[in-house]
């Protein structure tokens, strides 16, 4: 079982991907077998062409269409379609999941309930060759690590079905953030799309993580080339990796951010505990971070409370009031600190006992963690009668599927 590394430094495109998939060696058949399942053997003619761009040597493909009349397809369509056909599960699973996360975000650009989602591009037949040709193809060689470089954003205008877009596209742009995917940007890149929604979707659903390994132990090289003139080589590389240097220590090291915050501390000998929880609840209403309470020995053998909050440093002042104002404290230290954060979103999750609250970090290895929030957990107990339990085992079961669950805002 091998690795794959995706060099997309300069575009990702779904077709580019399945062309540098087929110049590694993956069979036309391992492609063209899917798609028959699916019903569309007839619809299309898959060419593919040695080339060089740049004088850099490659294989490029198109899709012609040869459906006398291109079916309007909707994103239920296009579900009802790969679910009848008798795939293997596991590419089942990853097609549909490209096409919910497609959906999502062209929902949310356009405004539209999910079930409406009408794919022009998306659904077009070089679309579904691309996609589902692509995820074949890493379902051929379930690869041990799955490992693709950040992608750049491009800049300028693209025509599309809708017209004239901006460049990011716009679904690109909520790809990237609903999926806390960072995208290369600035100067050096040529104008036009260099990422296609329907290339980072892939990433997004089949590699493991984005960003560059340590090291590269490679024993094969497959190149996709581009259709666009961009005034540079265009094209993809997938290599095949027999090993992996360090690879526990790759993280997202661009996603980490630095915070300052302001630690402001009391103690305090002269409040009941009622009294400190009131405080403490006064100071997380006002924009603390966090709040914590330690009992402490003060003075002349009194038993006391050190009450420390975290926060922001523009709300320091206003927190200031609040320790004097809703508290008996006559004294508050301060200090400003920093500390490393990982990328984290929140919303909220639709299970079938009603929507909860939840957080998300993502964490160096890329493993996603997700934390209901304890209030929506207590509230669905109250109502259904189910236990705290059963509903968190209920939200942790669509953090699997969350890109079709999960309403996301960072």
């Known amino acids: ?36 399942l699916l019903g569309l053997e007839n619809a ?17 493909v198109s899709v012609e269409n040869l459906e006398t009349q291109s079916p309007r397809r909707l994103w ?34 356009h405004g539209q309930p999910l079930e409406d989602v009408h794919f022009h591009e998306i659904g077009a037949i070089d679309a579904l060759v691309d996609v589902v040709g692509v995820c074949a193809a890493v379902d051929h060689l379930s690869p041990k690590q799955f490992l693709c470089a950040v992608p750049p954003a491009g800049y300028g205008t693209v025509d599309t079905a809708h017209g004239k877009l901006p460049v990011p596209a716009p ?12 995208l290369d940007f600035g100067e050096g890149f040529p104008p036009g799309e260099l990422t296609t929604p329907t290339g980072l979707a892939l990433m997004i659903v089949l590699a493991d993580r984005f960003g560059l390994p340590s090291s590269l132990g490679v024993s094969d090289v ?42 402001q501390e009391s103690w305090i000998d002269d409040a009941t505990p009622e009294e400190l929880a009131y405080l403490s609840e006064q100071l997380r209403n006002a924009g603390a971070i966090d709040v914590s309470i330690q009992p402490i020995q003060m003075k002349k053998g009194r038993q006391g409370a050190s009450l420390t909050a975290l926060v922001a440093p ?36 639709k299970t079938s006992l009603g929507k909860v609250r939840v957080k998300e970090v993502r964490r160096p290895n890329g493993q996603r963690t997700l934390k209901p929030e304890y209030e929506d957990l207590l509230a669905l107990s109250s109502k259904t009668g189910h236990s705290f339990e059963e509903i ?12 079709a669950t999960c309403d996301w805002s960072c």
């Open 1 to 36: 079982m091998k690795n794959l590394f995706v060099d997309c430094s300069t575009g990702l495109a779904g077709d580019m991907l399945l062309a540098a998939f087929l110049d590694l060696g993956i069979p036309r058949e391992v492609i063209e077998k899917p798609l028959a």
């Open 44 to 60: 299309y003619e898959l060419k593919t062409e040695l080339n060089s761009s740049y004088g850099l040597r490659g294989l490029r």
């Open 76 to 109: 239920k369509d296009i579900r009802e379609m790969i679910k009848a056909a008798t795939l293997p599960a596991s590419l089942q699973e990853k097609v549909l999941l490209v096409f919910k996360t497609l959906a999502i975000a062209e929902a949310s650009v």
């Open 171 to 182: 679904a690109v742009l909520e790809l990237a953030r609903t999926n806390l995917v960072r």
């Open 222 to 263: 497959g190149v996709g080339l581009g259709h666009r003139n961009l005034g540079r080589p265009n094209l993809l590389r997938i290599c095949e990796l027999d090993y992996l240097d360090n690879q526990d220590s790759i993280t997202f090291q661009n996603e980490l951010s630095w915070q300052e915050v302001v630690v």
């Open 314 to 349: 523009k709300d320091a002042p206003l927190l200031r009031l609040v320790w004097f104002s809703k508290g008996s404290t006559i004294g508050v230290r301060e200090r400003t600190e920093g500390r490393w954060v990982l990328p984290r979103r929140s919303g909220f999750c």
């Open 392 to 403: 968190r085992r209920e939200v942790l079961r669509c953090q699997v599927d969350f890109v």
